[in-house]
Structure formats: structure tokens, C-alpha cells
């Protein structure tokens, strides 16, 4: 029969780690699973530097906003780390949103102004500025590496039990909970059968494979995941006074934004550069399957974008990343239960900044506490 758990959550990124913490807070039995080991870059939450972008106005994203500032907060004063460097946003460019964006960060009681070009160059001269300039002084950088060992190390201090190398090749959804396949380093046979009384699915890219692949999966329904390879860089500064702020450049129509990809967003990361990317252009990818090598067309795009609006980097001297988005059709997270499942889902390049307040809600949905807000349902 294998043994008998409360709760496991597959796949120990970002989210699957939040969860973890959230549910051991809550003296809840928990088993994280994770196929590679600790720190390994094969998803979507390795690197030093993701950015917390305060630029939302919709109401849902705006309250996690608030709660993730407390919930991160809370995570630096348990695990004793520095996580947030406060060091301001900047959204700029022709986004019509940005004044809502503006109007609702100040009713959330979060900090939005807007500065003119000129201004914004003064105090940051490594980037070009050619219109409006939202600042958002919240607004920072967030460090995966730190973050992930800290959820695990509080979630395990908490009773919770952190298995890495430890891959689910198959799972039964039935109606009374899940059994799971396990391949696992030093397993007798090489496999092992649990069962458990549910599922928390943070699978990332691997998400739709492993539910739609699922006996008694035909329950579940939800909205489509594509996995892309995304591949930003870091270009070497080449301004060395300059103080760099997150940024995100939308584009408009006309010559100037001609080559782009998307908006870029962008930051610093302490030692290895100025990070800049595209935001989901990268080439839709199989996640057992990637070539985690860079597009060059757009690659060399991103030089140009870099030569042009990044004064304070060297264009030529660049270090190419590879990472998975895993994105729904309208962007929004899939945050549900479905039986003995939760799933959560479909982050895209902009799920880091709301990771304990995702595994908060994804502890609600295990533990019955509350739904998820209607954006986020599975059957949207
Ligand atoms: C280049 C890039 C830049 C980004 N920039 C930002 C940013 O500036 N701000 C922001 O807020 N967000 C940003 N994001 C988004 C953010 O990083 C992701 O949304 C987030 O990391 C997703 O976390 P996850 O836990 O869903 O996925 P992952 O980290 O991919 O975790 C899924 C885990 O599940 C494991 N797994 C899968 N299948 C199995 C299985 N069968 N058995 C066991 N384990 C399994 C995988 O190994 C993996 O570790 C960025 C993302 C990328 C790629």
C-alpha cells in the first residue's frame, strides 16, 4: 500500500516552496517534492534577481501587492535574510496604464509618482528616458537563491519533509486523494508509491504534463499552459556611478520601437550586471527537451535595444540566461482546487514578486480556508 500522507506539493520552485511554508505555519503535514536538487537552473526561479514590480492596477494583483510586502517582510524576519532591495521601480513609455496604474497604487497606500524624463535621467543616468516616467520607490529587487532554501529551511523547522531528486512519474487522482509514483535517487526499485489526502501541483513547465497525463484526470479542466524559453542578459556596466532602479519599458507604435519583441523589463544584479529581457517572446519549448541556448536574431535585438536605451551598459558584453515561462492565454495565474488537486500555475515572468502570497493562497485552497479570487479559477 506505500505510505500514507496528509499533503505533498510537486515541485519545490518558487511556488511550490511558498506552499510548503505556508502550510507547515499552519501545522500541516507536508512532503515537498522536487525532481532536481536544490538550486538547480532547469525552471523558472534560479538567479539572484527577480524584480517586484509594483506597475498593477487590477484590484486582485494590487492587493497581493500589499500582502506581499507584509508576507516578504515576515519571510526576512524569520529566516534572518535580506530578500527585497528596495531600490524603486521605473515604468516608462507610451502605456496608457500607467495613470491607473498610479491611481491605484496610491488608494493601496503604495507609492507611485510621476517624474519627467529629464528628472528620471538625472537620477538614473544609465538609462534613456523619452516620455512619461512612473517611479514606484516600493518597488525592488527580490532574490531567488535566497528566498527558495529560506521557505524550505522554515518549512522543514516546521516538521515539513523536503525530498529532492525525487521525480513523480505518475499520479492517480482518485476521489478520496492521489497516489503518486515516485522515482527516486536510492529508492530500492528505483520507484515508490505514496498515497496522500491531496496535491498541491506547482509543477511549473511541467504542470499540464504531468495533470493531463494523470489517470482520473478527466475532471480536470483548465486554461492552456504554453512553456516558453525566455532569454534576457546581462550586460557588463559600463558606468560604474550610476544607480539603477528595476526597470520596464513599454514600447508604442513607429520607427522607434522598431525590432522590438515586447516591453523589456530590466535591473540590476549585484555582480553579474545589468539584467534586460524580452517578456515572453522566447520560442514555445518542450521543458524536457530545451536547448537552453539563445535565439541570436533576438539576442542581437536586444544589443540594439541595449545600445540604444541603456547608456550605461556595454552593449558588446553580455551573458546570455535561460528560463521557462509557463504562461495562461490571458496572463493570469491558475490559482484552484479541483478535487483532491490544487493546482498553481501559469506565472509567466511575473509570479516572483507574489510567491508567499500565492503560497498562502494555495494553503487556503489545501486546508479549505478560502477560494482563490474568480481571475485565477481553473474553469475560467
Ligand atoms: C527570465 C525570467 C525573468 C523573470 N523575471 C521576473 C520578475 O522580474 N519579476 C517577477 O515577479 N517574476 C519574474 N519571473 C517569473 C518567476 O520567476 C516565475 O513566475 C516563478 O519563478 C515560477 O515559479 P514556479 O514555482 O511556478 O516554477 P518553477 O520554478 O519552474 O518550479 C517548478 C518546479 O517543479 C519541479 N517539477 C516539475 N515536474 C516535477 C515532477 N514530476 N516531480 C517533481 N518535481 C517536478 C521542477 O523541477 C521545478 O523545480 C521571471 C521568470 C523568468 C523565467
Known sequence: MGTILDTVVIGGGAMGSAAAWALARRGRQVTLLEQFGPGHHIGASHGTTRNFNPGYHRPEYVAMLAE???????????SGEQLLARTGIVNHGPDPQLALIQAALTGAGLQAEFLRPEEAAERWRGIR????????????QLNPEAALPAFQRLAAARGAEIRHHTRVVDLAIM????????????AANGTEVVTAAQAVVTAGGWTEKLLSGAAGSGKLRFPRLRVTQEQPAHFRVADEGAVWPGFNHM???????????????????????????WHGAGPEVDPDRRSFLPEPVQLAALQDYARTWLPGVDADSLEAISCTYTSTPD???ILDRIGPVVIGAGFSGHGFKFTP????????????????????????
Open 68 to 78: 506581499g510586502v507584509a508576507l516578504w517582510d515576515e519571510l526576512e524576519q524569520d
Open 129 to 140: 528616458f523619452d516620455q512619461q516616467v512612473l517611479h514606484m520607490p516600493d518597488g525592488g
Open 175 to 186: 476521489d478520496d486523494g492521489v497516489r503518486l509514483t515516485l522515482e527516486a535517487e536510492g
Open 251 to 277: 514600447p508604442g507604435t513607429g520607427p522607434t520601437y522598431k525590432g522590438w519583441y515586447s516591453p523589456v523589463y530590466g535591473m540590476r544584479t549585484p555582480g553579474e550586471g545589468i539584467k534586460a529581457g
Open 331 to 333: 496572463e493570469d495565474f
Open 357 to 380: 502570497v500565492v503560497g498562502r493562497i494555495l494553503a487556503d485552497l489545501a486546508t479549505g480556508t478560502r477560494p482563490a479570487p474568480q481571475i485565477f479559477s481553473a474553469s475560467r
